[in-house]
């Protein structure tokens, strides 16, 4: 099974490039995760709404159009799907797509950026911390859990390019930075970084203004994670760095049947 997760930056955006359909047919998912979809089902060409083949579910933001939101096409169909974490704060933006299957859950999550101001960076903590009680009410339910998606966090300094001018700069401030040290010590296992101890100028996202994906000037902040029981059925995991249209590229994992 391969699972694909990619913060594309606004879906109708990257349709229109001709990016998006041609991206599925190359790398044939058999789950594919989208955060910061920017659209509700609605605005959505029928092309894209209904991808032959997939099984289709949107979350979206409340009241703010064109903003947030995530999406999970699906081969097979989940037992359930719910689009919250149970707390109204926190789910109002369309950040969150909780998909069960037979072998475990799939979380697909855009965790929030921590700029614009102490409100917004304490809103992220906020939500970090809420998210992490959710899974481990799965996990302690005896559910397997895979959450993936753009968690705006690099986690060590090996994840990102400049790390020393960015010591201040949300995305890579101590206490966000603590929260994935937390994550690992509650059982969970960032997936790359576990097959690629050392391997550097691996990243995800690049600053678009500054033309930093030429100089690969970039972060690593989009993750797969597992609960450490699913760790032996994990054959691979990869960073799509040569597929375009988006600021961030997508992000892959494989596992055994």
């Known amino acids: ?13 990257t349709h229109d490039k001709k990016l998006f359909l041609p991206f599925v047919e190359q790398t044939k998912p058999d789950i594919l995760c989208l955060q910061e979809t920017k659209a ?7 092309e894209i709404a209904k991808i032959p083949g997939y099984f289709s579910y949107f979350a ?52 929030p950026n921590g700029g614009g101001g102490e409100e917004r960076l304490k809103y992220k903590m906020g939500f970090y911390d809420a998210f992490l ?14 959450f993936c998606g753009d968690v705006n966090t690099a986690h060590e300094e090996i994840d990102l390019a400049r790390p020393k001018q ?9 206490e966000e930075r603590a929260w994935i040290d937390e994550v690992v010590s509650h059982g969970y296992t960032d997936t790359f970084r576990n097959e690629h101890p050392n391997k550097k100028d691996a990243y995800t996202f690049w600053d678009r203004k500054s033309r930093a994906r030429d100089r690969n000037v970039g972060w690593r902040i989009d993750y797969f994670f597992v609960s450490n029981n699913l760790l032996p059925k994990i054959k691979s995991t990869h960073i799509l760095s040569d597929i375009l249209g988006s600021d961030h590229c997508p992000i892959s994992l494989s596992l055994e049947p």
Request: charged share 30%; net charge negative.
């Open 1 to 13: 099974m391969k699972i694909i997760s990619w913060n594309i930056n606004g879906i109708r955006s």
């Open 40 to 46: 509700i089902e609605e605005q959505l060409p029928e």
């Open 60 to 111: 979206s933001p409340e009241t703010k159009k064109g903003y947030s939101g995530v999406a999970i096409y699906t081969k097979e169909e989940p037992k359930k799907v719910e689009y919250s974490i149970g707390n109204p704060e926190f789910d109002k933006e369309g950040r969150v797509l909780v998909a069960y299957y037979p072998e475990f859950v799939l979380l697909n999550v855009y965790f």
């Open 133 to 146: 009680s959710f899974v481990d009410r799965l996990k302690k339910n005896g559910h397997k859990v895979i």
């Open 166 to 174: 960015n010591e201040d700069n949300t995305g890579f401030l101590p």
